[in-house]
């Protein structure tokens, strides 16, 4: 064979430390708020995380140790591999090279369990029995079941109505992993009972489902019960930045010194994080680097959305936060792309975009699904609706490339597969799928409820 | 880290050749005999498939070369990696030591795309444009419109229309990769026609969908569409030894020097073959090795079949193939293991089985439901239902080498994942998955048919 495909690393050569962007950033992070307006400390989050995971989240350290038995779990699927995308470049006739890194091929599918194995397992550290979370399209939910599933300990999903209803596999696959995935709004908690009284058949939200899980670790008398989120919190990002870190590794085993840009979907942003950190501390240092997030036109949160301190979660039970938002009562569309319907994005993402490190698009779902399927034809697997985000945008640069006639080299995150998640294609292949742009008015419309808050001072 | 848990192979290390068990084999084959009950030549299979392929299916050469194109290709997902279970191993308490071969990492998440891709090559070489297949439960369907879409060809499925109308994601599967995928019996054959003519509610079955798939094929009058199948036949398992092959290295690199034992399910024989036939030929030139073909007890061909002159499908337009068999009539329970309920078995498995080479058993789905759950939970990942019989296999035999104190090697083909087969664990975890065994009465009742046919001199 003349053409050298992919590249993996030995488990000699896997990171043994995650980075740690806090630490360098030439702005320094602004702290999270409690109720009161004033800085919260690490007690006020010890019914809902356990301390080691609360340390790292306020960790300013730049590289962490991971831990030998997490390492041992991520070998389960990791390194995974970095392609070349041949078949990609010769239909677009591109003289960019197109390197891509491949999640999808997890146990559960995507760069989730990354986090969960890691987080499962700091929790059962600190004597943790139970984990709760909440899931909105269901790869969050699957990841985790899968780690309490490799460590022994129960787990218990909220997962959206709508989405519970409509994607009954999904269900299914935690159910095998032995966890218990139930439709939210519940009857199991106060603000499910509550809601459910008020509006029998609502579709519920992530937000809700959030307030229930949290309400549910935060109840447990025995106090072995702990919450965990999937993205947006700095812990949760450090633990994806694996990715990049393996990425770095194997691009130079491709004989390639360094990637001219670097490209994921955003949402909570950490899939974006795991990719992109270990550059952006190279960017920092001064490589010529494009870094960029990409955001759905129906979600535009760091785009469009202002720099504002807001609740993580629509029932206002969460810390404010400093991040780019649209409010944390904005509903986005009900876009395929289920993993970027977030109100806000990660306070790490937000502050390096405020340092002006990354450079942020926005793309809309037809743009994203059309990139998807010509991905599948060409280099033959099917991405998930967050992942055609990124295809999308690799296929703009490699066409503006094409024009500059200029040797790129693209990096993107092939952050999950789609073969959960056929019913979107089946839409865009049958021309029932329609363009999602936000309209200012709704855009403004839920930001009016922040004006009170306290504001970040950049 | 101190296990090594899996092992690839470099692009430079990937076999190079198939390997044809025909040249090895103490007993010659017998032929495929026509309507006439006389041997039939390459010529007669002519308006079916393409010449190139029927040479490899005649063929006596021990070693085939892969051309580089198919490497090229194959290199997409291959080497798939080898695997040392040690979650399965540790919650087993067994001396002995398990590897698996991980075929599920293929885009289409099964060993089929390593024949599919070939066979399409081979196609496209010999000028053809389109190819029809039939599906049962969707793998190979899925595995063909994966091939033909990176080879710019036509795929035209088939698909049984129960299975169609239970698993609508198989045919959405297709489609994202190009693929036309109808529901079996259709009105677009005369085949197709006549059945719907007498029975409108048909659920159809994979006899009927192979009878529509060549005749479509035959009965294009440009003569540039073949047929294709994705198991039985010699060519289709010569493609799959590249697993068995890697295999062999792989488990070189693990510092094991043979396996005492492999395992693998068996249907039509070719994933089977696989990962078995090099390992056939190793025992042949003296090596102590069990090998083992596993059946769903539902549908035991090898182990309580007699080795036959019979029909490869349902509607008797194939050629009659020496093959322990049910009888061409035999319709098999509608367990999970779709891919497994063929009534015959490729006539290479067959003359291995009659040379007593291989020793197969057979494991009803409830046994192999349970065997695939404790896999999943102590290794993480979800087999497909056909997988499960090769698991329940390992784990008996793990359990066996407990008692005998013995530090056995043994290898299995983690033929393929199980996320579009959920429905399956949902009713085992449920308690409405029930056994299945195939009464004597059953066993006998479509043999009859065959009395009159020529009889093999074994």
Redesign the interface.
């Known amino acids: 064979?003349?053409?050298?495909?992919?590249v993996?690393l030995d488990?000699?050569e896997?990171p043994r430390q995650w980075y740690n962007l806090a630490a360098d950033l030439p702005t320094p992070m602004l702290p999270p708020l409690g109720p009161d307006g004033k800085p919260i400390g690490p007690e006020m989050l010890a019914p809902v995380f356990p301390m080691n995971l609360i340390e790292q989240e306020v960790s300013q350290q730049r590289w962490i140790d991971i831990p030998?038995e997490i390492?041992?779990m991520l070998?389960?699927w990791r390194s995974t591999p970095l392609v070349r995308a041949y078949?990609l470049e010769a239909a677009l006739k591109t003289p960019a090279r197109i390197y891509y890194k491949n999640e999808s091929?997890s146990?559960a599918?995507s760069h989730k369990p990354n986090t969960a194995v890691a987080q499962a397992w700091y929790n059962k550290q600190f004597g943790i029995k139970k984990i709760t979370t909440e899931t909105g399209a269901g790869q969050w939910g699957s990841a985790l079941a899968?780690a309490c599933?490799?460590l022994g300990l129960e787990c218990k999903v909220f997962m959206v109505r709508i989405s519970f209803d409509q994607k009954p596999?999904r269900k299914?696959?935690m159910?095998?992993?032995?966890a218990t995935c139930v439709a939210s709004p519940s009857n199991e908690t106060h603000a499910g009972r509550d809601i459910l009284a008020k509006t029998p058949h609502t579709p519920g939200s992530l937000g809700i489902a959030i307030s229930e899980a949290i309400e549910q670790a935060v109840s447990d008398a025995t106090g072995q019960t702990r919450y965990s989120l999937g993205s947006v919190l700095n812990h949760v990002l450090l633990h994806q930045t694996i990715i990049g870190l393996e990425a770095k590794k194997q691009l130079l085993k491709f004989g390639e010194k360094k990637p001219d840009i670097v490209i994921a979907c955003a949402g909570g942003g950490s899939n974006f994080a795991g990719i992109a950190f270990p550059f952006v501390y190279d960017k920092i240092h001064g490589a010529d680097i494009r870094i960029i997030p990409v955001e759905p036109s129906s979600c535009p949160t760091l785009t469009r959305g202002p720099f504002m301190y807001d609740h993580g979660d629509t029932a206002k039970m969460t810390p404010l936060l400093p991040m780019h938002t649209l409010g944390h009562s904005f509903i986005p569309e009900s876009i395929h792309a289920g993993g970027l319907r977030y109100h806000g994005i990660g306070p790490l993402v937000s502050a390096a975009y405020n340092d002006k490190l990354i450079d942020p698009i926005s793309i809309d779902q037809l743009e994203c699904f059309e990139a998807g399927?010509f991905f599948?034809?060409t280099?033959?697997?099917?991405p998930a609706p967050e992942t055609n985000h990124a295809i999308a945008a690799t296929i703009r640069e490699a066409k503006r490339a094409t024009e500059e006639g200029k040797e790129k080299v693209i990096l993107f995150n092939f952050s999950g597969h789609g073969?959960?998640d056929?019913?979107g294609?089946?839409k865009y292949?049958t021309g029932k799928l329609v363009k999602h742009e936000l309209p200012d008015k709704e855009l403004f419309k839920y930001l009016k409820e922040l004006e009170d808050y306290p504001k970040p001072m950049v």
Do not use: A, H
Request: net charge negative; aromatic share 12%.
């Open positions: 064979m003349t053409l050298k495909r992919k993996y488990d000699s896997m030998e390492l041992e070998s389960i078949g091929v146990p599918g899968y599933s490799l596999f299914l696959l159910n095998t992993w032995g399927l599948t034809r280099e033959g697997i099917i073969l959960m056929l019913v294609y089946d292949l």
